[in-house]
């Protein structure tokens, strides 16, 4: 809820639209292995991209849910002003993992890696930013069940508002 | 036609506020034949300007100026900058609101005598009772179109009602049901009935749920005696050298200050902003701020006993169709001090959507407990607790010694800490809704900690004796005779029940007080 953490609807489109053009733009990748999405990278160095992807994931892990959604939500780091903060962050974790975040094979490894960092200002900024940036695109609510805008629809008198049949 | 009010004219009652206590105030005045001019901080947005979308509405809607905060309660910690949930708005908080409307029990009005001397905790009867205020409660609930009052029928229940019903039910709860709301169940006042969207929270599309901004402030302005100025932020109530109000000075939205002259002026700002305007008006007469000779001013601030338990299950629920707040159980309303705790609490329905339940479910959690329950949100079924709170005179809201607004203006400290009475209360009552929840076969319950307050009460007390309070039982301040308080900040104590409709019955039962003062010549 600080304010410098909510992301506007517009903001999350802007994201949206940055990853489906990312094939088209040039320049660095990151990629799922499978190709089924790619995001671009401008100022952060790609790897540091992927562990904050693998970051963001280990923070809310949703197995349904897709690694581009988390990339959505952390593509906006990407920039001249915040990427330096994000490349200190990540070495930071990096060194925390005694290597490299990305090369820790379990999740509960890493999930020990964050509990120590969990306090610090990168932390909590990276956490902060995902509650709105993962949780309000609108893309991830069917994944949930969640319908969202109803008025249009005329709300569910007539769509199930008491069609519990298990009671 | 909306009435123009000259600034200079000093002949109009000023009202500060167009929520539950100011908006309702102002129309009935107007109706009444006054000359009103209400100034309101915030836009004016109607049903066709809401969004059924949770943190666009937020941002259209809700009071984000810069607070500050202090004490242990949680929120604090978790939304340091955003201590209430409230809005800033033509129609206040009433756009936002729930719809529960529920009066207050006899027994509420005098707990000091009822419940004793509670160690830490600043009790004072209030000086009304519930037989004076019963015909206001009558108009307000007509005015609001209370279900299940004056032959208004119920809403049907929705599927987070069902669970919830059948869970009580199991337990033994008698008094179950879908609530006495101020959502139409069916058309009324010229407005419709619900169609069960949902999002009652980021104001009604339909307009089926009653709001001020839609309903009492444009009463009022056709009658031609009433000016809402909107975007126009109170700065400070100026007085003469006998001590009485003069007028308002205020903001408009482009910075620039204005001056209302006022006969009297009617504070209705909210729990935080009317206490706030009370203390950054303080001049050499009153150098502790208007209205504040006995210093509770600010003082014993309450915010209700919340949390809310959500239930998983292992089939859909789908909770977020239907009203938001869809039902309620009263059985643990009463004053029972064997439970370990005096006064009592509601549990009342609540449905969040994905994005507030991520930021409100257990704000600052990370990892898969907080990730399988989100997992599991179609088959979750979710209950807020209410309760009363004790008013602590060490809990209140203060000027900030730094942090100044948009304006230049202090804004306030927000300092909370619970009371072991409120603890107490708060654990009876997540044992309570995950056992209706376990009776109806949830696999998992989560005891949520309390969102930003949307329940703000007390700030300016209402007392029998004016060294114990701000105003007397008409909100009329003890100091000065032509100031009033008409929000909830003039609550002696909080009750256990959604505040609303008493705030309106107080506002409804002023305006009649102030018409017939005026109209003898005594103000």
């Excluded at chain 2, 200079?8 to 107007?30: H, K, M, P, Y």
């Amino acid at each position: 809820m600080q304010k410098e953490n909510v992301l506007t609807r517009r903001d999350l489109l802007a994201r949206s639209m940055g990853v489906a053009g990312a094939f088209t733009l040039g320049g660095s990748f990151i990629a799922a292995t499978d190709a089924a999405w790619a995001l671009e990278v401008k100022h952060l160095q790609p790897r540091t991209m992927a562990t904050l992807v693998q970051m963001a994931r280990d923070i809310y892990p949703h197995d349904s849910i897709g690694d581009e959604f988390y990339a959505i939500a952390v593509k906006g780091y990407d920039t001249p002003e915040q990427a330096p903060g994000i490349e200190e962050g990540i070495a930071m974790l990096d060194g925390m993992s005694g290597g490299g975040y990305l090369d820790i094979g379990w999740e509960a490894d890493r999930n020990a890696v964050l509990r120590r960092v969990q306090d610090t200002e990168f932390f909590q900024m990276i956490r902060g930013g995902l509650v709105v940036g993962l949780y309000n695109q609108k893309e991830v609510w069917p994944i949930f069940g969640y319908e969202g805008e109803s008025f249009s629809k005329g709300g569910y008198m007539d769509r199930g508002f008491n069609d519990i049949n298990w009671l | 036609m909306a009435a123009p009010f000259d600034k200079s004219d000093d002949s109009v009652v000023v009202v500060i506020g167009t929520g539950a206590g100011g908006g309702v105030l102002a129309g009935e005045l107007a109706v009444k034949g006054i000359n009103v001019v209400a100034l309101e901080a915030g836009g004016r947005y109607l049903p066709e300007d809401y969004v059924n979308d949770e943190w666009d509405s937020f941002a259209q809607l809700a009071w984000t100026d810069a607070r500050t905060t202090s004490g242990n309660w949680r929120v604090s910690r978790d939304f340091s900058g955003l201590p209430a949930w409230i809005v800033k708005a033509v129609g206040g908080t009433t756009v936002h609101w729930a719809g529960a409307s529920l009066r207050f029990q006899e027994h509420e009005f005098r707990v000091r005598s009822e419940y004793g001397n509670i160690p830490g905790a600043n009790l004072l009867d209030w000086p009304l009772t519930l037989q004076e205020l019963e015909p206001y409660y009558d108009r307000a609930e007509k005015n609001l179109g209370v279900t299940r009052t004056h032959g208004i029928p119920g809403l049907p229940g929705s599927n987070n009602y069902l669970v919830f019903e059948a869970g009580a039910k199991a337990l033994g709860y008698k008094n179950v049901h879908t609530g006495r709301m101020a959502i139409n169940s069916e058309d009324y006042d010229g407005r419709l009935a619900c169609q069960q969207t949902g999002f009652c929270f980021q104001g009604c599309k339909w307009g089926a749920k009653w709001s001020s901004g839609y309903v009492d402030i444009p009463r009022g302005e056709a009658t031609g005696n009433l000016e809402v100025r909107e975007h126009a932020h109170a700065a400070r109530i100026e007085h003469n050298s006998e001590g009485k109000v003069t007028g308002v000075t205020y903001f408009d939205k482009d910075g620039n200050e204005h001056r209302q002259r006022a006969r009297l002026v009617c504070v209705a700002g909210n729990s935080f902003e009317s206490p706030r305007l009370l203390l950054n008006s303080a001049s050499a007469m009153f150098p502790d701020g208007l209205a504040n000779s006995s210093g509770q001013v600010g003082k014993n601030y309450m915010r209700h006993m919340t949390g809310s338990v959500y239930g998983i299950f292992d089939k859909p629920v789908r909770m977020w169709r239907g009203t938001t707040m869809a039902g309620i159980v009263t059985d643990e309303a009463r004053n029972d001090p064997s439970r370990g705790f005096v006064g009592g609490y509601e549990m009342e329905t609540l449905a969040l959507g994905i994005p507030f339940m991520a930021a409100f479910l257990n704000p600052g959690a990370w990892g898969r407990e907080f990730t399988t329950a989100l997992d599991s949100y179609e088959n979750m079924a979710g209950m807020w607790l209410v309760g009363e709170d004790m008013p602590q005179e060490t809990n209140q809201i203060s000027l900030s010694p730094d942090t100044k607004d948009q304006w230049g203006l202090p804004v306030v400290n927000v300092h909370f800490s619970d009371h072991a009475n409120d603890i107490a209360m708060r654990n009876h009552a997540y044992r309570q809704g995950k056992a209706i929840y376990e009776a109806v076969g949830a696999t998992r319950t989560m005891p949520t900690p309390p969102y930003p307050s949307t329940h703000n009460l007390g700030t300016n007390r209402m007392s029998e004796k004016a060294h114990e309070g701000v105003v007397n039982k008409w909100g009329q301040s003890h100091d000065i005779s032509n100031l009033f308080v008409s929000d909830g900040s003039q609550f002696t104590t909080g009750g256990a029940e959604n505040p609303t409709l008493t705030i309106v019955a107080l506002a409804f039962r002023q305006a009649d007080h102030i018409a017939e003062e005026m109209s003898r010549g005594a103000l």
